[in-house]
C-alpha cells in the first residue's frame, strides 16, 4: 500500500501518539537549525576532574571464576582475548574480525553525520551500515581483555586495551564524526569505560595519565548525552534505558563532577519510568523482541549491582518497578529452550550484547536468565557456565532453586518439545509483522525458527525485510503483509491478536492453545491458529481462514498461503492427493510434516532454499514467485544462513482449513 507522506504523519501521530512524533519533531528541528552544534560543546579542558573515575563494582574473586569457568572456560576467555590483543573481536557474536575505530576522514561534527551531510564509512556491503562503525566502538571487546586480566594479571590484556583507547580517542575527537552521532552508543561506550577503569586500575600499564584521560573521556561522554533525550524519548525504546543507565553511572563514577547531580537526577527520573512502562503486564519489552528483552534486563542488572555498590536505593527496588522486572524475568525464562538455552528469534535482533561476560556463545541466554531470576525473582537456575555474570554483578547463589525443567508461561509443553504461539495487543510499534507466527522445538533444536533480522541498512530486498509476514510461520493472505509497512522500522496499522492464555487438555492430547487475528479484516479473512500436542509427542496445528460474506454479495476469491520456515537438513518432499509429506533428517532422526487442506483444493507448493527455488508443483500461483529472502536464517546481525521455506497456497473463495502435523523420531530412532 503507497501512503502519502501526510497521511503517514498523521496514522503515525494517532498510533504511536502525538508525544513520540512531537518529541521527534522538535529532534528534528534542533539538527535542521544548528541548535544541537551550538549547545552541545565538549567540556572545559580545564575543569578540575577526579584522577580517575570511583569503582562501581565488588570484582568477583579468582577462585570463584575459576570454579564457575571450570577446565574448558578459562582457555575459552583467553582465547577470545588474545584475540582482542592481535587486534579481532567477535562482531554481533559472529565471527572474529578487525577492531576497526578510525572512521573515514574528514571528520564533520556529529549533526552533519545525523543529517545525512557526512560521509559514510565503507562496510563489505554496497549500503554502508553504519553499525559496522558503531559496533567496534561500543567496546564489547573491552570485557574479554578485562575478565582475562582479573584472572591472569597478564599485562597484555591491559595493554591492548589503553592501545585500543588511546586509538578511539585520537580517530574520534569530542563530538566530531559518526562514533558520537547516536546518544545511545556513546552511553554504552560510556559504561564499559567505567567498568574497565576498575578492572584494569591495578595495571602496569595503568598510569596516572591514563586514568585521568578515561575519566575525563567518560565526563565528555556523559555531557553529550542531556540535550538529546527528547529523541530518545521519542523512540521509546532502548536508546532511553540505555542513556538514562549511562546518565546514572557517570554520576556515580565522578561524584565530584559539577554536573553529576543533573546527571544522577536524569537517570534516576527516565530509569525509572523505562522500568514502569517499557514493561508490559505480561512482562514483555516495549521492543517486541527477545534480544531486547535481554539487553533491557541487563541494563537493569547493571544499575541494580552500582545502585547496591553505592548504598543507595536502586531504581530496580522501587514497587512497580521490581514487579515489572519480575514479569520480563518470567517472559524471558517462559522462553528459554532446556536443551540448549536458546529463545525464539523473535522480533529486531541487531546482535546487540552489551555486557557479555559470559564465554558461552551469542544466542545463550542463560547468563541473563539466571542472574535475573536471582535479582528479580529471589532463586537460583540450575549452576553452569552461565552463572558468571551473576557473579560479575554480585548475585550470589539464592536458597530457593528451581527445579522444573520447563518454566511456566505462553509456551506449550511435551516431554521433549515445546511450542511458543506468538499472540499480542500491540501497545507499541511492532518492530515485525509476526502475528500467530509458530516457533516449534524438539530436544534442542529449533524445527520452525524465526527467521531473525540481517541487516537494517543495504540494498532492496535485504533492507530490513525479514520483518515481513511472508517469512514467517504463519498464513497470509492475497500476498499481503499483516500490517501496513511504510518504512525500514515502521509498521502502521497495527494488527492484534486474541490468545488464550489458560491451556486445555483432553483424553487424547497434553495441551492445546489458540490465539485468532483480524489482520486480513480489510479482505474480509478472520484467521484462527489452534495448537494442539498429543501424548505421542505429535504436534498439530490448525489454521482456519474464515472468508466472511455479506448478504447480497458474492464471496472474493483469496490466495491463502501457508509458509513453514524450516531448518537446512536433507529432505525429502512429496505431493500427496489432499496435501503434502515433508521429511527432514534432523541430527536425531527423521523429523515428519504433512500438510493438508479442508476442502480438498489444488495445492501450489513450492520450497524454497537460500532464496533459489529447488522444488515446485506444476502450477505455481504468482505469488509464489521466488523472494531473494525466502530460504534464510539469521542468528545474528549481518549474518545469515540457508534455510528451507515451505509454502503452501489455494486459490478459493470459500473459508479454508490448513492442517499441519509434525512427528518425531521416538529417542532410540537415530539413523
Not at 552544534?37 to 570511583?54: H, K, M, V, W
Not at 591492548?160 to 586509538?167: D, G, I, M, N
Not at 511504510?486 to 483432553?506: N, P
Amino acid at each position: 500500500m503507497n501512503l502519502s507522506r501526510l497521511a503517514i504523519a498523521f496514522k503515525a501521530a494517532r498510533q504511536l501518539g502525538l508525544t513520540q512524533v512531537g518529541l521527534n519533531a522538535l529532534y528534528r528541528l534542533g539538527l535542521a537549525t544548528g541548535h544541537y552544534r551550538r549547545t552541545i560543546q565538549p567540556p572545559n579542558p580545564d575543569q578540575r576532574l577526579p584522577a580517575s573515575a570511583r569503582d562501581l563494582f565488588d570484582l568477583p574473586s579468582r577462585e570463584s571464576l575459576l570454579a564457575i569457568l571450570g577446565e574448558s572456560g578459562l582457555p575459552a576467555l583467553l582465547a577470545q582475548a588474545d584475540e582482542v590483543v592481535n587486534g579481532k573481536y567477535r562482531q554481533f557474536g559472529g565471527e572474529p574480525v578487525e577492531i576497526n575505530l578510525t572512521p573515514p576522514l574528514p571528520l564533520r561534527h556529529w549533526t552533519e553525520d545525523e543529517t545525512g551531510h557526512a560521509p559514510i564509512p565503507n562496510s563489505r556491503f554496497p549500503i554502508p551500515d553504519i553499525k559496522f562503525t558503531w559496533e567496534p566502538a561500543r567496546f564489547g571487546w573491552a570485557f574479554p581483555l578485562g575478565r582475562a586480566y582479573h584472572l591472569t594479571a597478564d599485562e597484555k590484556y591491559a595493554e591492548a586495551f589503553w592501545r585500543l583507547f588511546e586509538t578511539f580517542c585520537a580517530a574520534n575527537p569530542p563530538y566530531q564524526g559518526p562514533n558520537w552521532r547516536s546518544g545511545q552508543e556513546v552511553g554504552i561506550r560510556l559504561m564499559t569505560f567505567v567498568w574497565a577503569g576498575q578492572v584494569f586500575a591495578k595495571s602496569v600499564e595503568s598510569t596516572p595519565a591514563r586514568l585521568a584521560a578515561l575519566a575525563v573521556s567518560t565526563a565528555t561522554h556523559a555531557a553529550r548525552i542531556p540535550a538529546t533525550l527528547l529523541y530518545a524519548r521519542s523512540q521509546n525504546n532502548n536508546h532511553l534505558l540505555t542513556e538514562a543507565a549511562a546518565l546514572y553511572t557517570a554520576a556515580l563514577a565522578l561524584p565530584e563532577h559539577p554536573e553529576s547531580p543533573k546527571w544522577l537526577d536524569l537517570g534516576q527520573k527516565w530509569l525509572t519510568w523505562c522500568f514502569k512502562n517499557q514493561i508490559d503486564a505480561y512482562g514483555e519489552y516495549v521492543q517486541h523482541s527477545t534480544n531486547y528483552q535481554r539487553l533491557m534486563l541487563q541494563v537493569a542488572l547493571w544499575v541494580d549491582a552500582i545502585a547496591r555498590r553505592a548504598a543507595l536505593p536502586a531504581v530496580a527496588r522501587h514497587d512497580r518497578v521490581k514487579e515489572n522486572l519480575a514479569l520480563a524475568t518470567h517472559w524471558l525464562l517462559s522462553l528459554l529452550d532446556p536443551f540448549s538455552g536458546k529463545v525464539p528469534n523473535l522480533g529486531a535482533n541487531d546482535g546487540a550484547y552489551i555486557f557479555p561476560f559470559s564465554t558461552l556463545p551469542f544466542d545463550d541466554f542463560r547468563p541473563v536468565a539466571q542472574a535475573a531470576a536471582r535479582a528479580f525473582l529471589g532463586y537460583t537456575l540450575q549452576s553452569g557456565a552461565w552463572d558468571e555474570l551473576s557473579l560479575w554483578f554480585g548475585l550470589p547463589r539464592t536458597e530457593a532453586q528451581m527445579e522444573i525443567s520447563r518454566y511456566p508461561g505462553d509456551q506449550i509443553n511435551a516431554r521433549n518439545s515445546w511450542g511458543y504461539l506468538r499472540a499480542i495487543r500491540y501497545k507499541s510499534r511492532p518492530s515485525h509483522a509476526d502475528q500467530l507466527h509458530f516457533d516449534l522445538w524438539w530436544r534442542g533444536l529449533n524445527i520452525t525458527p524465526d527467521a531473525g533480522t540481517y541487516l537494517y541498512n543495504a540494498d532492496s530486498p535485504w533492507d530490513n525485510q525479514l520483518t515481513s509476514t511472508l517469512v514467517h510461520n504463519t498464513v497470509s493472505v492475497d500476498g499481503q503483509e499483516q500490517m501496513t509497512r511504510v518504512s525500514r522500522f515502521l509498521y502502521l496499522d497495527w494488527a492484534d491478536a486474541i490468545g488464550k492464555r489458560h491451556f486445555e487438555t483432553g483424553a487424547d492430547f497434553s495441551q492445546r492453545n489458540s490465539a485468532r487475528t483480524y489482520a486480513y479484516a480489510k479482505v474480509n479473512v478472520r484467521h484462527d491458529r489452534t495448537v494442539t500436542v498429543y501424548e505421542d509427542e505429535r504436534w498439530l496445528v490448525e489454521d482456519e481462514l474464515l472468508n466472511v460474506t455479506y448478504p447480497g454479495k458474492a464471496p472474493l476469491e483469496h490466495v491463502y498461503r501457508l509458509h513453514w520456515l524450516l531448518p537446512d537438513w536433507e529432505w525429502e518432499l512429496g505431493k500427496q492427493t489432499a496435501g503434502v509429506g515433508l521429511r527432514l533428517k534432523s541430527p536425531l532422526g527423521w523429523v515428519r510434516l504433512e500438510i493438508k487442506t479442508e476442502p480438498e483444493l489444488g495445492l501450489a507448493i513450492t520450497l524454497v532454499r537460500a532464496g533459489e527455488m529447488i522444488w515446485q508443483t506444476s502450477e505455481v500461483l504468482k505469488i509464489s514467485e521466488v523472494s531473494a529472502v525466502r530460504g534464510w536464517v539469521s542468528p545474528t546481525y549481518a549474518h545469515k544462513i540457508p534455510a528451507l521455506s515451505l509454502a503452501v497456497e489455494v486459490q478459493s473463495s470459500e473459508s479454508i482449513k490448513f492442517s499441519s502435523e509434525f512427528t518425531f523420531p521416538a529417542i532410540d530412532d537415530r539413523l
